[in-house]
Nanobody, 120 residues
């Protein structure tokens, strides 16, 4: 059974940096998109960043210029480098990996979430 294992969350002061990593513990192939979503207190789940197998990258407007996403296909991992962190970045961050396929080869996996807290 495939599981997405997240690491790198924790506490950091405003202006600091954190790096998040996510790896698929099971054997999966042809991952179309890897990405990160987040949900802050009292807020809905929102896309933070994603990267496709073709290299297309998307960022939320609120994190552009501060966050960088990358993927390692050989290790089935996705990374999110977060710099210049703000208090409003405080949230639970969820890893996502999906394949855009047909009825029988489609998948959409989610991690359990890792907490990021930005405060003094």
């Amino acid at each position: 059974q495939v599981q997405l294992v997240e690491s790198g969350g924790g506490w950091v002061q405003p202006g600091g940096s954190l790096g998040l990593s996510c790896a698929a513990s099971g054997s999966i192939f042809s991952i179309s998109v890897m990405g990160w979503y987040r949900q802050g207190p009292g807020k809905e789940l929102d896309l933070v960043a994603s990267v496709s197998s073709g290299g297309t990258i998307r960022y939320a407007d609120s994190v552009k210029g501060r966050f960088t996403i990358s993927r390692d296909n050989a290790k089935n991992t996705v990374h999110l480098q977060m710099n210049s962190l703000k208090s409003e970045d405080t949230a639970t961050y969820y890893c996502n990996m999906r394949r855009d396929g047909g009825t029988y080869d489609w998948f959409n996996y989610w991690g359990q979430g890792t907490q990021v807290t930005v405060s003094s």
